[in-house]
Nanobody, 116 residues
Framework: VQLQASGGGLVQAGGSLRLSCAASGISVRSNTMGWYRQAPGMQRELVAAIITNGLTNYSDFVKGRFTISRDNGKNTVYLQMNGLKPEDTAVYYC???????????WGQGTLVTVSS
């Protein structure tokens, strides 16, 4: 299984970025896919997740600003981030939870830096 995250970068507060997670070896349609983030000195935390039936879940600190989606044909998960704040600065990781075995898979992470 490989989860290739991309799309991070430097953006000013209030700006937008779209992260992509290209998956191989795991179907984004048939398993729970999520985005997590980890700021320096902090624990990794859930940002958003999308489950097999398409339902989504967001942590309170991104509700109304971030949107998780998937493209089944491209086997890719996206995280559209709008209204970015300096406190959103972190390494963002793509995660896949295989439904049948409950095995977790992680991508390599992509750095998002929001300047004030």
């Amino acid at each position: 299984v490989q989860l290739q995250a991309s799309g991070g970068g430097l953006v000013q507060a209030g700006g937008s970025l779209r992260l992509s997670c290209a998956a191989s070896g795991i179907s984004v349609r048939s398993n729970t896919m999520g985005w997590y983030r980890q700021a320096p000195g902090m624990q990794r935390e859930l940002v958003a997740a999308i489950i097999t039936n398409g339902l989504t879940n967001y942590s309170d600190f991104v509700k109304g600003r971030f949107t998780i989606s998937r493209d089944n044909g491209k086997n890719t998960v996206y995280l559209q981030m709008n209204g970015l704040k300096p406190e959103d600065t972190a390494v963002y990781y793509c995660n896949g939870l295989r439904r049948t075995t409950l095995q977790n898979y992680w991508g390599q992470g992509t750095l998002v830096t929001v300047s004030s």
